[in-house]
Structures are given as structure tokens and as C-alpha cells.
């Protein structure tokens, strides 16, 4: 069965620190997609990236980057020179390409970004 | 480009009532998928459509159900309310099952506080 964990809860910086959120993940299927989502005060998920298990390439958009390591079956997000806007809950999602998994996305229980001026 | 509507944004409904959402998809977007968000379980999947015909289910009793119509819009809905209903229901819609390589879009979700 596809799990995903998020082990920090809440995190808290200064504006223009680097910050990095962990995401593990697990799952049987040897083909599966990772995302990340972003999800302000006003309660819609707002789509940030999504990976495939065969492309492993770091991706750089801006202020942000994420480290995708199949070895560690991990996925990781970093957002360089934090900004107030930034204060958010961020969560990690994995969705496995067939079976049971079909149309399903697997969140983490995600992380609490607060950016403080 | 609209994004994706639920409606209504908030309802409050008592112990045993049902309760109907709406979800209208990205134009275009075949799949309507729903979620439930609460502090403690975080968010769930609860069911997709796609082209009409439900493809997978969650983990949830039979009081949720749902179906789509042909111009892909969704809906959900609740019979015999239980407080722990209270939650907001997020709908997501893509081009094609998530996990077919298509991301998903999501509304701004309803909140349903069951009292």
C-alpha cells in the first residue's frame, strides 16, 4: 500500500531563510507519480509540481527547487529566501499508475510553513 | 481559463440530514475526483469519476456517494449526517485519472459543519 510521511509538522523561519520540506514516501509500483501541493488560508490546493518515478532530475522554478532520490524514496522541497507569502501548508502526494491506486492521490499530513517578516 | 467550483462554499446541516455537493471541473477535464480534509485524519480520497462511471473508492461507509454527469460535473452527497462529517470536501479535476500522468486541480472545497 502507497504511504507518504511528512515528518515535520510545523516549521517556522525568518523571511529569507532557506527552508526545506521532507517527503518520504513508499509504494510497491515501480511506476508512480509524485506532487507537491500548496494550500493557503483560503482552503484550495494550489498545484506546484509533479514528478514521474523514471525522471529523477532536480527541477528549479524560480525560488523554488525539489530534490527527487529514488534511492532514498524521497522527495524534497526547497524554497530559497522565504517570503511572508510563502507561510502556507505544504503537502506531499504520491499516485501509483494502475490497480487499486487508479485516480487516487495519497497525501502526506503536511507541513506548516510560517515565514515571519 | 475557469478553475475548478464547489458549491456551496459553507454549509452548516444538523445530525441526520443529507447533504448534496457541487463540483464543476476544469473545462475540458474528464476526471472528478473528491477528498475529505479534517485536523485529524488530514485528507482522504473518497471517490473518482471518470466519464461518468465511478473507477475507485476510498475507505468510507456507504452514506458517501457520488456521481458525475456527462458534462462532467460531480456531485456528492451525505445521508444521515454524524458530527464527524463536519470536514471540508475538496473536488479535484484533471484531464485523466491522476496517476495517468495528469496533475489535478482543486477547488476551493465546502465546508460542512454538522451540528
Known amino acids: 500500500a502507497q504511504k507518504v510521511t511528512q515528518a515535520q509538522t510545523e516549521i517556522s523561519v525568518v523571511e529569507k531563510e532557506d527552508v526545506t520540506l521532507d517527503c518520504v514516501y513508499e509504494?510497491?509500483?515501480?511506476?508512480?507519480?509524485l506532487f507537491w501541493y500548496k494550500q493557503p488560508p483560503s482552503g484550495e490546493l494550489v498545484f506546484l509540481i509533479r514528478?514521474?518515478?523514471?525522471?529523477?532530475q532536480n527541477e528549479i522554478s524560480g525560488r523554488y527547487s525539489w530534490n527527487f532520490q529514488k534511492s532514498t524514496s524521497s522527495f524534497n522541497f526547497t524554497i530559497t529566501a522565504s517570503q511572508v507569502v510563502d507561510s502556507a501548508v505544504y503537502f506531499c502526494?504520491?499516485?501509483?499508475?494502475?490497480?487499486?491506486?487508479?485516480?487516487?492521490?495519497?497525501f502526506g499530513q503536511g507541513t506548516i510553513l510560517t515565514v515571519h517578516p | 481559463k475557469a478553475g475548478v467550483t464547489q458549491t456551496p462554499r459553507y454549509l452548516i446541516k444538523t445530525r441526520g440530514q443529507q447533504v448534496t455537493l457541487s463540483c464543476s471541473p476544469i473545462?475540458?477535464?474528464?476526471?472528478v475526483s473528491w477528498y475529505q480534509q479534517t485536523p485529524g485524519q488530514g485528507l482522504q480520497f473518497l471517490f473518482e469519476?471518470?466519464?461518468?462511471?465511478?473507477?475507485n473508492k476510498g475507505n468510507f461507509p456507504g452514506r458517501f456517494s457520488g456521481r458525475q454527469f456527462s458534462n462532467s460535473r460531480s456531485e456528492m452527497n451525505v445521508s444521515t449526517l454524524e458530527l464527524g462529517d463536519s470536514a471540508l470536501y475538496l473536488c479535484?479535476?484533471?484531464?485523466?485519472?491522476?496517476?495517468?500522468?495528469?496533475?489535478?486541480?482543486f477547488g476551493q472545497g465546502t465546508r460542512l459543519t454538522v451540528v
Open positions: 473545462s475540458g477535464h474528464r476526471s
Open positions: 509504494t510497491r509500483d515501480t511506476t508512480y507519480y
Open positions: 479535484a479535476s484533471s484531464l485523466a485519472p491522476t496517476g495517468q500522468a495528469t496533475e489535478a486541480f
Open positions: 514528478r514521474n518515478s523514471f525522471d529523477e
Open positions: 469519476y471518470f466519464s461518468e462511471t465511478q473507477r
Open positions: 502526494a504520491l499516485s501509483e499508475a494502475g490497480g487499486t491506486s487508479y485516480g487516487k492521490l495519497t
